[in-house]
């Protein structure tokens, strides 16, 4: 607190520069270092900012570094969180914490044995959109809530990505890849979730990739690409949940929510921002301007937000929140093969509401 937090960031590929444009406005974080696999393309983003390209090894040694930021693949999340652990830095990662639900404990349990703190993507829900909503749940807007709807569908990632392999592998998939933003928004709303039911399927052995220099190669199918399932709240909301890589377009909303006198139109929790629609009982739809988040907000966010957390608080974006999503989503895969409800056994605290402001402030 008081002294901007010195970041190390580990995979400096097409996403890391979101985070560099965001840093750049924020005075709770100061990018110190970078590394890569690539060399060239570390020393190259080096350059561009003035800081150190490093070895992964020196990077997770520095004792300039106080937070690594981990946007490496996921397959690749455990193993740098640990190493970085085991540097005694704090670490904050792309989505999901971890490919496995024992990695990720394992990367919880490294964290508190070394005491340092440990955060996870996404922090979209830290904008004024998601926030708006909560905002206007907490208020009695809706009355009391009863159930939501969360739905994301595309034809597949293979029609615009030039190496979508991943996307089609065991740990890939439409609910692994987009729903940690849909799922962490529901849990922001809602609170956390105790029992899933599911069901999932998949029309394709195998994708053809429509673009780069690979456009027209086919890759396997491994994984379900269409799944759907009910999230059983515990203050008792459900929520049904949509991820689908098999549908060519929809007009349902990305998240609905609805109370027993009032519903609302959340926006795409993949954003920062957007309109919040409410329609109260008797009503008509309205738009609610921003009344909670944070304004201009972008990847990176929950990085600052960590940064001004004070000790011994939680910060937004924590490793228990991203731990439970990770669960909630395993356990719905499990219960549509088992055609069973499916207990969700770890719990978290619905993360603190974020009122309106520029961003996370130093102390």
Known sequence: MGQPLRVGIVGVG??????????????????VAVADLDEARAAAVAAEQG????????????????????????????????????????????????????????????????????????????????????????????????????????????????????????GGGPLLDMGPYYVTALVTLLG?????????SHTRATRTIGSGPRAGETVPVDVDTHVTGVLRHVSGALSTLVMSFDSVATRASNIEVHGQTGSLVVPDPNGFDGDVLL?????????????????????????????????GGTARADGVLAYHVLEVMTALLAAADSGTTVAVES?????AAVPLSDGPALG
């Open 14 to 31: 097409a996403i890391a520069g979101q985070y560099l444009s965001t840093f750049e406005r924020l005075e709770a974080v100061r990018l």
């Open 51 to 170: 800081v150190r390209a490093l070895t992964v090894d020196e990077l997770v040694s520095d004792p300039e570094v106080d937070l690594v930021l981990n946007l490496t693949i996921p397959a690749a999340h455990a193993e740098i969180a640990l190493r970085a652990i085991a540097g005694g830095k704090a670490v904050y990662g792309e989505k999901p914490l971890a490919v496995t639900l024992e990695d990720a404990r394992a990367i919880l349990d490294a964290g508190r044995a070394a005491g340092v703190r440990v955060g996870c993507v996404p922090d979209t829900v830290l904008g004024t959109g998601v926030q708006t909503a909560r905002k206007a749940i907490d208020d009695g807007a809706i009355g009391q809530p009863v159930a939501a709807t969360a739905t994301m569908t595309t034809p597949g990632h293979e029609r615009w990505h030039p190496n979508p392999d991943f996307y089609y592998q065991p």
């Open 192 to 200: 956390p979730v105790e029992s899933v039911v599911g069901a999932a």
């Open 279 to 311: 329609h109260e009982l008797g009503g008509s739809w309205g738009t609610l301007p921003p009344s909670a988040g944070y304004r201009g907000a972008g990847r990176g966010y929950g990085v600052a937000d960590l940064a001004t957390t004070a000790p």
């Open 347 to 351: 719990r978290c605290e619905r993360p």
